[in-house]
């Protein structure tokens, strides 16, 4: 085998690992530009020596995000991947040669931002959405339009007029900046994997099967690209500034550009102007307006000849590191951080990096005040992305991941086939203890108002609060006593208290800080158990039966309630009146009422719990079903219903009932 040979099966075996991470597990190791760099390598190898073409190699195709629990459709017309360049000299070029190609006809170019999030086909048929689809392999993707639904910026009908019956609209699916914080604060308040970067977490959110959880997150998208047989225009721009009159969210930032040097000028401005936007990008999309000229340069394997993405330089800084500190969470995970000398990055000051675990560390192969290439690019969590070993001080020593404890002593354990090292005494060790009482006074458990991570340790560290149970005992006057605290304010805590006796079991359960048991889990479980004493009695075998709860969920359970400090703060929880089951539902006789019948529960309601209405339901024959299908007989509405399970319904025919007929229908 040749060196030219073993180089094109190591750029493609590598290419294909790469594509796996970033499509698949939504999890990418090397930036971009590496990618785009080592395809460009193999593209000209293959050029080069023909005679090593191979019909499955990653330059024939794009990367596939397609997963299961989706079903797939094919596009209409194929999703390609555009070009990539990293220098405005290389856009000049390519204006160039579409000149060229076009031998002399005027040509003007579209800029637009290239918002960093993930593609989305939607198909719309008499101004309204029938059909959304991720971008997948190119050729077909996952059909997600009930998460898209949930996303306001898309119209579900359209405003206006003069859109064609059919046509389909492209664009990008978006987290923004604000979103993304929020919804990564709560991931590391609830020690889960922090989503690197806004892409990764739009992408991940499309594709949950849970839509009210896609809702809440608070997607956003921009569309970029008309196409149809019947469009209003023969111009790219003018298209989208029709789009826009139809509702569709349209970036401010296209504009219509006439030479090399209005281009290289709007390069310029967005390279700095882009991080004032709401919404992580990564570069500008270059198109050539005209549709016919579009059609007359045509494409390339995998990606059209009239238009390139220029990419933006990812923000890098060098500075030394002071030195590295171990946090330990809720869950007694140990999370190395890199203390740095402040630098100045992307706006902002930056003193701290996570390493996240001991792997990293090694594979960094960083020493003692090493220099430390800290960036954020299209990231607002600082990551260590490298090392300079030119500076590194003669005779430092590699930085070593600790033994034990740094809160405790207790020597640490290695969570079998992960990356993380824990500290086992869970129920002496302050910071977890100090974590599960911040957990569980939170908004999503037990929403006790005015304490937080501070005043959470202000009241372990003076005894008042060792463990949750401890809260119920708390008087005004203890509070007090702490600086920051007035009356007032000790009193809304101490009503706050009394108030979470209120919170339903099972956000209850959440609050127990149960290892693996997160919000939706707790949900089922209640739900299934209906209460803590008969969780407790539960044998592997029985908590493996219920939906989402697997082997490891069951073992974790099991373990926390054989621990006897454990049942004695769940004893003490029910003395204090805390809600360790779900009401019973007011007994009606069972009957065949709603036999053959499938039913959507939407909104909030007034006589009974969502959860009560599916039994009751579930009482009188009926079936409960999550989503709104032709196969749906009617849904039962609250207040609030979601608008776009509403449309949906309208959409499809099926009938819409309060409930007070619904009740009405069953008694």
């Known amino acids: 085998m040749s060196d030219v040979e073993r180089e094109i099966i190591r750029l493609r075996t590598e290419l294909n690992r790469h594509n ?3 499509y698949v597990e939504n999890n990418p190791e090397i930036s971009d530009q590496e990618y785009d760099m080592m395809m460009h390598r193999l593209e000209a190898l293959e050029h080069d020596y023909p005679e090593f073409d191979d019909p499955y190699s990653p330059t024939r195709r794009v990367g596939s995000d397609i997963t299961k629990g989706f079903t797939q459709a094919e596009h209409i017309y194929p999703m390609l991947s555009l070009s990539n360049t990293y220098s405005v000299e290389e856009v000049d070029s390519w204006v160039c040669r579409v000149d060229d190609a076009l031998a002399g006809q005027k040509t003007e170019i579209v800029g637009e931002m290239k918002f960093d999030g993930t593609g989305i086909s939607l198909i719309y048929e008499h101004g309204r959405l029938v059909r959304a689809v991720t971008r997948g392999d190119g050729e077909k993707g996952d059909v997600v339009t009930d998460n898209v639904m949930t996303i306001r910026s898309i119209p579900l009908q359209l405003s206006g007029s003069g859109w064609p019956d059919f046509f389909e609209i492209r664009g990008e699916i978006v987290l923004p900046w604000k979103a993304f914080e929020r919804l990564n604060e709560e991931r590391a308040f609830n020690e889960e994997p922090l989503f690197a970067n806004p892409r990764n977490a739009a992408a991940g959110t499309l594709k949950l099967q849970n839509s009210a959880e896609v809702s809440r997150r608070g997607l956003d998208a921009y569309l970029y690209y008309l196409l149809g047989d019947n469009l209003p225009f023969d111009t790219h721009y003018e298209n989208m500034e029709a789009a826009r009159s139809w509702g569709f969210k349209v970036s401010d930032s296209m504009a219509l550009l006439h030479n090399i040097d209005e281009i290289d000028s709007y390069i310029r401005k967005w390279d700095v102007a882009r ?4 919404v992580a ?3 500008l999309v270059f198109k050539v307006n005209s549709l016919r000229q579009q059609l007359n340069l045509g494409f390339r394997a995998k990606s059209p000849r009239w238009a390139i993405a220029y990419k933006f330089q990812a923000e890098r800084a060098l500075t030394r590191l002071r030195f590295v500190s171990f946090d ?20 902002t000051i930056v003193k701290r990096a996570s390493l996240h675990n001991e792997d990293i560390i090694h594979t960094l192969g960083i020493h003692e005040h090493d220099m430390l290439y800290v960036e954020k690019g299209g990231e607002i969590i600082p990551k260590i992305t490298g090392v300079d070993t030119d500076k590194r001080t003669d005779g430092a020593k590699p930085v070593r991941f600790i033994t034990h404890c740094p809160a405790c002593g207790a020597r640490l354990v290695r969570i079998e086939g992960e990356a993380a090292w824990v500290c086992p005494d869970k129920y002496h ?5 100090i974590g599960r009482i911040e957990h569980f006074v939170g908004r999503r458990m037990m929403d006790i108002d005015g304490i937080g991570a501070e005043t959470a340790k202000v009241l372990y560290d003076k005894g008042l609060v060792r463990n949750i149970a401890d809260l119920y005992d708390l008087k005004a006057d ?3 006593n702490i600086e920051g605290f007035g009356r007032r304010s000790a009193e809304r805590v101490i009503d706050g208290i009394a108030q979470s006796l209120q919170v339903p079991f099972d956000r209850v359960l959440f609050a127990l800080s149960i290892p693996y048991v997160g919000e939706t889990t707790a949900k089922k479980i209640a739900r299934n158990v209906r209460s803590i004493d008969w969780l407790m009695s539960l044998s592997r075998i029985d908590l493996e039966s219920i939906e989402d709860v697997g082997p490891r969920i069951a073992d974790s359970i099991l373990e926390f309630f054989s621990t006897e400090s454990n049942i004695a703060v769940i004893d003490r929880l029910r003395t204090a009146g805390v809600r360790l089951e779900l009401p019973e539902v007011e007994e009606t006789d069972k009957s065949d009422k709603l036999t053959g019948k499938t039913i959507v529960i939407s909104g909030v309601f007034s006589h009974y719990s969502r959860d009560q209405y599916k039994d009751i339901i579930e009482r009188n024959g009926g079936k409960n079903s999550g989503s709104i299908s032709k196969k749906t007989d009617f849904v039962l509405a609250g207040e609030n219903m979601g608008p776009a399970k509403l449309e949906k319904a309208r959409n499809l025919g099926v009938p819409v009932i309060s409930e007070d007929e619904f009740l009405k229908m069953i008694e």
């Open 478 to 480: 203890d509070l007090e």
């Open 275 to 278: 991080k004032e936007l709401p």
């Open 328 to 347: 330990v969470g809720r869950m007694g995970i140990i999370t190395p951080v890199a203390n740095l000398e402040p630098v100045l990055l992307s706006g």
């Open 20 to 22: 796996h991470r970033y």
């Open 429 to 433: 060790c302050p910071p977890q203890i």
């Open 281 to 283: 990008t990564d570069g």
